[in-house]
Nanobody, 123 residues
Framework: VQLQASGGGLVQAGDSLRLSCAPS????????MGWFRQAPGKEREFVAA????????DYADSAKGRFTISRDNEENTTYLQMNNLKPEDTAVYYC?????????????????WGQGTQVTVSS
């Protein structure tokens, strides 16, 4: 089972990107999904999460007001729309799936991880 994250790239400050995450080998429509990121020399940190139905979301303070997490269960895809990107958003972004009944921010609650997609924001 793998999660495929895509949509990263090199952009300028103020630009937007939409990341996508799709699983292979399994449907994740009943899993809570999360996005995390890891900058060079830093620990992987929580960005956003969404519950299985899409009715509940949670954001890190750094993402609130700029990022939007969503999902399309018919397409079995989770998205992270990132607007007004800043240089400090530069990181490898990972999507992850959790079997926990509640959305959460802890990495340990996510059993399945994607390979990551690089986002680089130049000033």
């Amino acid at each position: 089972v793998q999660l495929q994250a895509s949509g990263g790239g090199l952009v300028q400050a103020g630009d937007s990107l939409r990341l996508s995450c799709a699983p292979s080998g399994r449907t994740f429509s009943r899993y809570n999904m999360g996005w995390f990121r890891q900058a060079p020399g830093k620990e992987r940190e929580f960005v956003a999460a969404i519950n299985w139905s899409g009715g509940r979301t949670d954001y890190a303070d750094s993402a609130k007001g700029r990022f939007t997490i969503s999902r399309d269960n018919e397409e079995n895809t989770t998205y992270l729309q990132m607007n007004n990107l800043k240089p400090e958003d530069t990181a490898v972004y990972y999507c992850a799936a959790s079997e926990s009944p509640y959305i959460n921010r802890a990495r340990g609650n996510y059993a399945y991880w994607g390979q990551g997609t690089q986002v680089t924001v130049s000033s």
